[in-house]
C-alpha cells in the first residue's frame, strides 16, 4: 500500500489485528449461550405480553414471536456475523467500509457506545425497581439505581473477566424462573380469549403481529450489529449460523413465547387482570411473599452481567473514538446519564427506548447488508473519508424509523409499521441506489502486516 494511500486511513484502522483462528471455538461455547443471555434478560421477556395480547390473542402474539426471531437472525445478525468471522475485525472497523474510514468513528462507533448507557439506564431501572420490590422498600431505590449503575460500570472497565464464571450460571435463574410460570399458569393458556376489540383498519391480528415484531427487533437491533464483535469468535459459516439459530431464534421463541403463554393463562384463570402485562406479576399473586422476594432478587443478580457488559462496549467504543479522553471521564458521564435516566422512569418507557436504538440501528444494519452483498460476499475493506451512501441509507432510514416514537411531539408523530424493520429496509434500499449512482467512497487497502 502506498504511503498516499495510508495516510488516508486513520490509527485504528491501520494498527487493527484480526482475531487469530487460534482464539475461537464452537458455536455452542460463544455465540449460542451469548445472546441466549440477552434474551433471559427478564426486562425483555417479562412484560412481552404487553405487544397486542388483549388484542390479538395468543396465536397472532405467538406468531409474532416467531417471525420477530427469524427477522432478527436473517436480517440484523447474519451478515455481521459473518463479517466478524471471516475479516476477525470487530464492528468499528468493519463498518469502516459502509461508512468511511473516518465516519466509522462515529457510525456505528461512538453510537455503539452512546446507546449503551441507554441500555445500562435500562437495565439500572429494571434491576434496582426489582431489588426494591423484593426488600418491599421502595425507598431503597434511588440509592439501588447509583449503586448498580456504578458498579458495573466499574467492573465493565476493569475486570469484566472476573464476572465470567458468574455470567456463565446466572442465567439459570431465568430459566427456572420462566419454566415455573410455565407450569403454573400455561395449562390454562389456551382459554385465553381477546379482552379488547382487534386494532387496525383490516380488523385482523396484523397489527398485533407487527407491534411484537417491533418491539423484539428493536431491542435486538443493537446485538445484531455486535454480532461483528461476537463472530469474531466464531470459526466458520455453521458456526455463525448455528450461533443464531439457537441464541437467537430459539431463546427469542422460548423466553418471549413462555412469558406470553404464562400472562395469557394467569389471565384466563383470573389470576391476573385483563391489563397486567408483566408474567412477574403473576407469580407474586401465587407465591408466598418470601418466595417472590428470592425470585426477584434472583432476576435481578442474573441482569447484573449485562449491565456490566454495556459498560464494558461503551468503554471500549470511547477508547477508541475519544483516545485522548480520559476513559473514566467519558463513561462517568454516561453513567450519570445512565443514572438519570433510571431515576426519573425515562428508562422505563420500553417501547420507545426500543423503537430509538431499532431506529437507530435499523438502517445500520440494511446499508451493511447491502455492501456485503455488493462486494460479492465479503468485506470490501475500509473506503476514504466518509462513505455518502451509508450516511444517506443512515439518515433516510433513521428518520422513517424514528417517526412513530413517543419520544417525538406528538404533532410530528407518523404511525410508520413494524418502525425497526422499515428503518432497516429504508437503509438498504436506499445503500443500493447510492451505490448504483456512484456514491461510495474509494476503497482504501488495509497495509499488509508483516
Not at 435486538?220 to 455453521?238: E, N, Q, W
Not at 479522553?325 to 435516566?341: A, D, F, H, R, T
Not at 462486494?375 to 451512501?389: L, M, V
Not at 428503518?423 to 502486516?449: E, H, R, T
Request: some cysteine; proline content about 6%.
Amino acid at each position: 500500500m502506498s504511503n498516499q494511500a495510508a495516510s488516508q486511513l486513520p490509527d485504528y484502522l491501520t494498527s487493527a489485528k484480526p482475531n487469530p483462528t487460534s482464539n475461537r471455538g464452537p458455536w455452542y461455547k460463544n455465540t449460542a449461550p451469548t445472546y441466549a443471555g440477552i434474551f433471559l434478560w427478564f426486562v425483555f421477556w417479562d412484560s412481552m405480553s404487553a405487544n397486542g395480547l388483549s388484542t390479538g390473542g395468543l396465536g397472532a402474539t405467538l406468531l409474532g414471536i416467531v417471525l420477530a426471531g427469524i427477522i432478527c437472525h436473517f436480517l440484523f445478525y447474519l451478515v455481521p456475523g459473518l463479517l466478524g468471522m471471516k475479516t476477525g475485525m470487530p464492528l468499528y472497523v468493519v463498518g469502516s467500509s459502509t461508512f468511511g474510514a473516518a465516519g466509522a468513528l462515529i457510525m456505528p462507533g461512538f453510537l455503539m457506545g452512546a446507546l449503551q448507557f441507554g441500555w445500562l439506564g435500562v437495565n439500572t431501572f429494571g434491576s434496582a425497581d426489582a431489588l426494591a420490590k423484593g426488600f418491599h422498600m421502595q425507598s431503597l431505590y434511588i440509592p439501588l439505581c447509583i449503586i448498580w449503575a456504578v458498579g458495573a460500570a466499574f467492573v465493565g472497565m476493569k475486570g469484566i473477566q472476573y464476572v465470567a464464571k458468574v455470567a456463565t450460571y446466572l442465567p439459570l435463574i431465568p430459566l427456572v424462573v420462566l419454566l415455573v410460570g410455565l407450569g403454573m399458569f400455561g395449562g390454562a393458556a389456551p382459554d385465553y380469549k381477546p379482552t379488547a376489540p382487534a386494532a387496525g383498519v383490516c380488523g385482523c391480528p396484523c397489527e398485533t403481529i407487527m407491534l411484537m415484531i417491533a418491539g423484539i427487533v428493536g431491542f435486538f437491533a443493537t446485538a445484531g450489529a455486535a454480532g461483528v464483535d461476537i463472530c469474531t469468535s466464531s470459526r466458520d459459516k455453521k458456526d455463525v449460523s448455528m450461533g443464531g439459530i439457537v441464541g437467537i431464534i430459539i431463546a427469542i421463541v422460548f423466553t418471549a413465547g413462555i412469558s406470553v403463554i404464562a400472562v395469557a393463562g394467569a389471565r384466563a384463570s383470573g389470576v391476573i387482570g385483563p391489563d397486567v402485562v408483566n408474567m412477574t406479576a403473576a407469580l407474586e399473586k401465587k407465591l408466598s411473599s418470601g418466595w417472590f422476594a428470592a425470585i426477584m432478587i434472583g432476576l435481578t443478580l442474573a441482569s447484573f452481567p449485562g449491565a456490566c457488559f454495556s459498560s464494558f462496549i461503551a468503554a471500549n467504543s470511547f477508547k477508541t473514538v475519544m483516545p485522548k479522553v480520559n476513559p473514566y471521564l467519558s463513561v462517568g458521564i454516561g453513567v450519570v446519564v445512565s443514572i438519570i435516566l433510571a431515576i426519573t422512569g425515562y428508562a422505563s418507557k420500553l417501547p420507545s427506548v426500543f423503537g430509538l436504538i431499532g431506529a437507530s440501528f435499523g438502517p445500520i444494519c440494511g446499508a451493511m447488508l447491502v455492501d456485503y452483498l455488493l462486494a460479492g460476499g465479503k468485506w470490501s475493506g475500509p473506503r476514504a473519508g466518509f462513505n455518502p451512501a451509508g450516511w444517506t441509507a443512515w439518515l433516510l432510514g433513521f428518520i422513517v424509523g424514528i417517526l412513530p416514537n413517543s419520544l417525538l411531539p406528538a404533532a410530528v408523530q407518523v404511525n410508520v409499521p413494524c418502525a425497526p424493520v422499515a428503518a432497516f429496509v429504508v437503509g438498504a434500499v436506499v445503500y443500493f441506489v447510492c451505490a448504483k449512482l456512484g456514491m461510495q467512497s474509494a476503497v482504501v487497502p488495509l497495509p499488509v502486516k508483516k
